[in-house]
């Protein structure tokens, strides 16, 4: 029975199926290979959870490795057949962590051994492509070898076959550096950050987005220090960092920053990697109660609180109401300056918030001095004054 047969038999039982329909499928190899996955699987439809599931692994990786053959075969200068590609290499990559989140790891390790084994060469063959694949190898190879893998003794030869590897001279570029981020993985199962980082950073491209799925697992496993070890050693690589990653770093590091009690060092960093931190700087001044701070860069930058979040503004006033009246003076004096009836009418607004303030302090002795000043400045300014008049603001 196909249930029951070794991993070789199972791998060649697929391969005749796709091989079998592949040549009616010429007009579209992407398609077909999500269409023979649901002719595969049928044989495994009324088998047991465990072979089912690891019949479904084997399926999935095979026809990875098809399409990645196919996207070799076909131009994909075509949107049509870029858009195939993609669409079928996420339904693949989805169904396959889907399995590897619903194993029983007990069960496998102990009934089921010599089907987990022979994935060790598989992964050997497909995951370190010389070419540039738009296939997460690297994510696949890393999650098998920490699920269903994750075996002492498998995980020492595999480690010990990399290092192997990468003294051989023949590798290409994209290959070495596939290897030695596999190799800095098993350096991280083991706890030794350090060679773990010494390895990425022998890589050509030493794309901190690499390291990542790292960084997020250790905050959320709740080890901070050790999260603030790779976040320090990794800050140098942050210009180079793109949109994404870039919003992760500083957004773990402000979550650290609060665990650790490191906030001030985490706002050097924030300071240092202005404009592009703008948005996090602003967040976490906020959130510390730094006010202040928060308001001195709002100005320097500006903006109006007519812009700013009412809640914010609420929250700022009930805390120390002081700090936002040099906000609403000069947001005032800019609204003025733009000699616009739609801006004379905003700062009219303004205004109104402002004497409210001042009578809340009661300082109206104040308000009065500043008011009259500020009509008699802009005396000339007919439409500004009429907008002054229209909100009962003229003495």
Known sequence: MLKTAT???WQQHIESIYARQAPAHTYNPFQYNTDCLTTILKDATYWEREPKQLYTLYTLLFLLQKTEEAKQNVALASTFYQYQYTMVVDELLDRLFEVLDNVNLKKLHQEYPTYLEPLIDLLAKLCFPTTNSSIDWLT???SLWNTLLYQPAWIQAEATRLTRELKKQTRSPLQKDHMLLARAHFYVLAGQDE??????AQTAAQKIGHLLHYIHSFSQSNQWERTLVWLRTLRPYLPQADHEEFNFFCACWADTATELHTEEEYLTLLRSLLPRSIR????????TERYKQWIDLHMALGESPLMMYKENLSRIEKHDLTLL???YHQAIEHLIL????AAYKDSVKLLKKLRTYYKKLKQQPVW????IRLIERYARLRAFQEELQKGKLLP
């Open 7 to 9: 991993v070789e038999q």
């Open 140 to 142: 696949i190879y890393r």
């Open 195 to 200: 060679a773990a980082l010494q390895q990425w």
């Open 280 to 287: 996090f700087y602003m967040s976490y001044l906020f959130e």
């Open 325 to 327: 009246l040099p906000l």
């Open 338 to 341: 733009e000699k616009k009836r």
């Open 368 to 371: 009065d001095t500043y008011i």
